[in-house]
């Protein structure tokens, strides 16, 4: 068996060992942690490799040396970040230190930040989360973790070095945000201290180890003008939506996960003229309204004992009393639908939400889900015509096969006919463009040639709005 000297000194002069062998001390959980990561593996010299490869087998030795000498306190969020920090750093130099191997001053110096990293960092997550062109990262098993870029999932090439020190990093970033993952609650959504969303999810649940998606919040919001260039929609229909916010029609964004509801809702939160009252209402705050008479509202779940949550419905039903002009709730998806409806129907019009529904038929038909879920006893056709009258209009958004995302309809909600609720396609996507050498989507929405009834409010209001040219463009 070789001795980690040795096998740093073998690094240097590029010699090739058998693998190392953990020694007593290394617990199991750090055996993989001398496996040289893929993009190492690509980017660097085979000495380098090797190199650090030692050092990968002295770093997971101190992390654990680390972890046993101060337990707990990493996740203790009473200390602030560089409390921690100074603490860890003077730790880690002493265990360092206490390494029978000599190190040059910048191996040392790399050693102890690698594993600060590892220790108060996220791991191999730090990189993908500086990462500026990664928008979603998913890790399904401590050594499968991807990512999305552009919209197109692909393998990162990261992994973590264990079930341990992937968990590790789950207790760190949901201990920082007062919660906790274990046997008794092994599911948990939280939020980051930069707004980027994660939910963990461990064994036995997760049936093949721990699973965490964090999905990041950029630091700039796209806008309406991103979407337009992104083929989201076009400039005709962004200026389209202008109105209808302004219009005060009541707006619900259905789209599966990920298609960018929370994004579009909040450009049409932008459309909404400075001086209205908005309240907005989320489980986790993402909405970034530029307006100045903004309150922001935030759910909460129970604490660790159980107590203290506060929905999203009591939050509706509570915005009710602040005097709101435009209540903009960031995801219907319980009982706050009902207060949502009633909200919409008693005077507080120009609300806007999102509802996770693959079409506006369906968007409609999960509503009225939605309702039946606050536990009033009423009859279908009572929550039929609430939702009928209070919805104006439904945009739906799909993530096309090309990674894009596109508004596949614009569709208004006219009334009751009989038992059901009549929908009209404003516009819809064009698929028989087909697609272009690349592969993308060539269309956009098209007029039906059908008039929405909602322009008449348009004139009404003075807003002024070419629905010709419009539906010339398209057609
Ligand atoms: N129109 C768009 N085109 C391309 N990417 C988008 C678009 N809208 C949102 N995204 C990206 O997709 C991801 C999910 O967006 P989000 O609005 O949170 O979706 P949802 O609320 O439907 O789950 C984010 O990373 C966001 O930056
Ligand atoms: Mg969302």
Redesign the pocket.
């Known amino acids: 068996m070789t001795t980690l000297s040795q096998r740093l000194q073998a690094a240097r002069s590029g010699e090739v060992l058998p693998p190392a062998v953990p020694s007593a001390g290394v617990e199991a959980g750090a055996q993989t942690i001398h496996e040289p990561s893929v993009s190492a593996a690509e980017s660097a010299t085979a000495t380098d490799v090797r190199l650090a490869e030692g050092l990968q087998v002295v770093k997971a030795r101190a992390v654990e040396t680390l972890f046993d000498r101060i337990g707990v306190r990493i996740n203790d969020s009473s200390l602030t970040e560089e409390q921690l920090r100074l603490f860890v750093r003077a730790e880690l130099s002493r265990i360092v230190d206490e390494e029978p191997l000599s190190l040059t001053t910048e191996e040392r110096r790399r050693l102890i930040q690698d594993i600060e990293d590892d220790a108060l960092g996220l791991g191999p997550l730090q990189r993908l989360l500086a990462d500026p062109e990664v ?2 990262i998913m890790v399904n098993g401590w050594d499968r973790i991807y990512v ?1 870029r552009f ?1 197109k999932l692909s393998p990162s090439g990261a992994r973590f070095s264990s079930e341990e020190h992937l968990r590790r990093v789950i207790d760190r970033i949901v201990g920082r945000v007062g919660r906790r993952v274990d046997e008794s609650s092994p599911l948990v959504d939280a939020r980051l201290s930069d707004g980027s969303r994660i939910n963990a999810i461990i064994p036995p649940l997760a049936v093949d180890g721990s699973s965490l998606t964090i ?2 919040f ?1 630091d700039t919001p ?1 806008g309406v003008s991103d ?1 337009v260039g ?1 083929g ?1 929609m076009t400039k005709g229909i962004a200026e389209l939506l202008h109105a209808c916010v302004q219009a005060r029609l009541n707006i619900l964004v259905s ?10 809702l909040n450009v049409l939160s932008s459309f909404i003229p400075g001086d209205e009252r908005i309240v907005t209402i989320e489980d986790a705050v ?1 909405l970034r309204l530029q307006q100045e008479h903004v309150v922001r509202l935030e759910s909460r779940p129970a604490n660790i004992e159980g107590r203290g949550e506060v929905s999203i419905r009591e939050l509706v039903r509570n915005s009710l009393r602040m005097r709101p002009d435009r209540i903009v709730v960031g ?1 219907v998806r319980g009982g706050e639908s009902l207060d949502m409806l009633q909200a919409m129907n008693t005077g507080h019009d120009g609300s806007i939400s ?1 509802l996770h529904a693959n079409s506006p038929r369906d968007a409609i038909a999960r509503l009225e889900t939605l309702v039946l879920m606050a536990g009033m006893e009423l009859p279908v056709r009572a929550i039929r015509e609430q939702v009928a009258s209070a919805v104006d209009l439904i945009i739906q ?1 799909t993530r096309m096969r090309d990674g ?2 596109r508004i596949t309809a614009v569709t208004e909600v006219i009334g009751m006919e009989n038992e059901t609720v009549v929908l009209q396609d404003a516009f819809v996507f064009d698929y028989a463009a087909g697609l272009d050498v690349h592969g993308r989507f060539r269309g956009s929405q098209v007029s039906t040639g059908i008039r929405p009834r909602f322009t008449d409010k348009f004139e009404e209001l003075g807003i002024k709005f070419n629905l010709d040219s419009l539906q010339q463009a398209g057609a």
Do not use: A, Y
């Open positions: 928008t979603e999305e919209g999905r990041k950029s796209f979407l992104f989201t789209g599966g996960t990920g298609t960018g509801k929370t994004t579009l993402e995801e999102t958004l894009s995302r």
